[in-house]
């Protein structure tokens, strides 16, 4: 099976800026995760979906970052405007079922 | 909230050494699961192998096994016979078991180096 698909693979912009990220999960995944790998540290959860309603965003920095998941199916998350600190490595992952996760091979975010 | 500690930054062993990584996590949770991804350079996180809290038998994939101390909320991975390609990044992580949120909490890894 086709695994997650994750663009673009880098990304650079100035501070202030805004940025997208996509991804594609694996068809018939319900769930699908985005997170946050900061340089040196392992992945943090930003959000959760469960097929297109949001199961948990509690360490999503609301007030610059945003994601959806239209249809159920692919998934967006923004960032605006960014931060320095917003340099990281944003892996998406899907799964059909509990602890059955599909990592992508993520985006790499530099902010200058 | 659970936490997740590695306290090994980095490990270099010679080709078909064995090596343990070690992990110890924080939780009030009783049901739960453990799991050790490897991340290569091409950032893709990769399932090594997972264990069931509730499952005394320490789980066994190939060449890797661990040893889960639910009392001492230690989970340590050991890789038999290592291989070059076993070099890369470790993340130990956590998840609750149950309804809902299901997202992992993950320590901050352990860079290990398979010599030739």
Known sequence: EAGVAQSPRYKI??????????????????TLYWYQQILGQGPKLLIQFQNNGVVDDSQLPKDR???????GVDS???IQPAKLEDSAVYLCASSP??????FGSGTRLTVV | AQ????????MSVQEAETVTLSCTYDTSESNYYLF?????????????IRQEAYKQQNATENRFSV?????????????????????????????????????????????LIIQP
Not at chain 2, 36 to 48: A, D, E, G, N, T
Not at chain 2, 93 to 107: E, I, P, Q, S, V
């Open chain 1, 65 to 71: 970052f945003s994601a959806e998941r239209l249809k």
């Open chain 1, 76 to 78: 967006t998350l923004k």
């Open chain 2, 3 to 10: 936490t997740v500690t590695q306290s090994q930054p980095e």
């Open chain 2, 67 to 111: 040893n889960f101390q639910k009392a001492a909320k230690s989970f340590s991975l050991k890789i038999s016979d290592s291989q070059l390609g076993d070099t890369a990044m470790y993340f130990c992580a956590f998840m609750k078991r149950g309804g809902g949120a299901d997202g992992l909490t993950f320590g901050k890894g352990t860079h």
């Open chain 2, 36 to 48: 050790w991804y490897k991340q290569p350079p091409s950032r893709q996180m990769i399932l090594v």
């Open chain 1, 97 to 102: 079922y509990r602890y059955g996760y599909t």
């Open chain 1, 13 to 30: 912009i100035e501070k202030r800026q805004s940025v997208a990220f996509w991804c594609n999960p694996i068809s018939g995944h319900a």
